[in-house]
């Protein structure tokens, strides 16, 4: 699968078990870069459709078979009134002839058997991957192919030729110029055109070119009907069958080189070229188009998103001023009269500051009146520490004097002893 590019694959998936939808969608997201899920096949139609009018189809749909209010089949049928082409897998648990029938007529790519094998599943997905990214780049060749043509039927004379040289095949251009309908020439030499003052010799040398599966390239003059002379530059080749061997028949692509037909052609290549640039444009426009579009979408769900912070805010605005309220009646004195009577919030507001400025003013002389009394008792505390730090040495020096009084009173004592014993 490396040489597939799969990275615009779009993928439809319908199944009815929730658990196996999931997994399963898993595995195809890893795979695939847009997988778009249904729980149904109600559902899966309804997706089908909304992608198939925006012109937005699916390169492949996975479908259970087996399933309520619409089943696989009847799924699969309405898909094919709108798209004959894209690809269908079925998944299954069981195998019915009758089944297989009706999804064979109705171009079904294959099944997948239940318990799915993710193997297998990959390999079946790898061929069919293949298919439809080839298939694609067919349609992809092919229009491109068809565009050139449209380009090439504009700007230059083409006839197509068998062996023998009998007109097969002539493009508009070569219709009006030449002045032959379609009918006379079909059928006819191609020598119908030929200008009679062309040596022979001339197209002697160009059917020997092309016999020997050449390209011939040159100017030359031919006739139209009414006998009037037109000058082409012309290529002519050999178109050879499928063993790139024998030729099958000649093509010609002739350009006219007179001034007016030089005119007319550059005059078709402004047209194209002007008609590039518009699609070009409109191109451009219309992916302007889906980003403003995606915009407006962002731009709606922000609005709403706006209207539901707005309508919570005004509930909340609401709540506040009936908080605020309850309090000024709780707590504020004023005059009910005339705020009932003037109803002026801004009064209100007013009245509210000014009481929280008094209040705050009187808080802070409280609080001032706090500190001086809180200075003031720190003073009296200072004062009593240190009027018992003095009580306390007072009362150590009289425990000391006492002391120094009992030892004066026991000296004197035992001297007054002393003094009556050398009395005897």
Not at 38 to 63: C, H, P
Not at 241 to 253: G, Q, R, S
Not at 277 to 283: I, S
């Amino acid at each position: 699968m490396n040489e597939i590019d799969t990275s615009t694959f779009r993928i439809l998936y319908i199944e009815d078990e929730e658990l196996a939808r999931e997994k399963f969608g898993k595995f195809l997201h890893r795979r695939f870069s847009e997988v778009i899920l249904a729980a149904n096949g109600v559902e899966g139609f309804m997706k089908f459709q909304e992608y198939f009018m925006r012109n937005e189809k699916f390169d492949l749909i996975i479908s259970d078979i087996n399933m309520p209010k619409m089943d696989g089949l009847e799924l699969l049928e309405g898909i094919r009134e709108y798209d004959k082409e894209v690809p269908v897998i079925f998944i299954t648990a069981r195998s019915e002839s009758e089944q297989m029938l009706r999804a064979i007529n109705l171009h079904v790519e294959g099944y997948i058997l239940k318990p799915i094998d993710f193997d297998v599943v990959n390999n079946k997905l790898d061929m069919v991957c293949k298919d439809i990214f080839y298939k694609k780049m067919f349609n992809k060749q092919e229009q491109e192919m068809k565009t050139y043509r449209d380009i090439l039927d504009q700007e230059a004379l083409v006839s197509k030729t068998d062996l023998k040289g009998k007109i097969t095949f002539v493009n508009d251009g070569f219709c009006e110029v030449s002045g032959y309908s379609r009918e006379e020439l079909i059928g006819s030499h191609h020598n119908i055109v030929r200008h009679p003052s062309v040596p022979k010799e001339f197209f002697e040398e160009m059917w020997k070119t092309i016999k020997d599966g050449k390209v011939w390239s040159g100017t030359h003059k031919n006739q139209s009907k009414n006998g009037e002379t037109y000058y082409v530059s012309s290529k002519i080749f050999p178109v050879f069958e499928l063993d790139n061997k024998n030729i099958k028949e000649y093509m010609a692509v002739r350009f006219l080189v007179t001034e007016a037909e030089t005119q007319k052609r550059e005059s078709h290549k402004n047209y194209l070229s002007q008609i590039t640039n518009f699609k070009m444009a409109l191109n451009t426009v219309n992916k302007e188009k889906e980003v403003l579009l995606k915009q407006l979408k962002d731009v709606d769900v922000n609005i709403a998103s706006l209207n539901e912070k707005y309508q919570n805010s005004e509930k909340r605005r609401k709540e506040l001023m009936a908080q605020l309220e309850a309090y000024e009646k709780s707590h504020l004195e004023y005059n009910k009269k005339e705020l009932m009577t003037q109803k002026d919030k801004t009064k209100q507001f007013e009245e509210i500051y000014n009481s929280y400025n008094n209040l705050k003013t009187k808080f802070n002389k409280i609080e001032k009146e706090l500190k001086e009394k809180d200075r003031l008792y720190q003073n009296k505390v200072q004062e009593v520490d240190d009027y018992i730090t003095r009580e306390l040495k007072l009362n150590k020096r009289i425990v000391d004097l006492k002391d120094l009084v009992t030892n004066l009173q026991k000296e004197n004592q035992q001297v007054i002893k002393n003094k009556s014993m050398l009395s005897f």
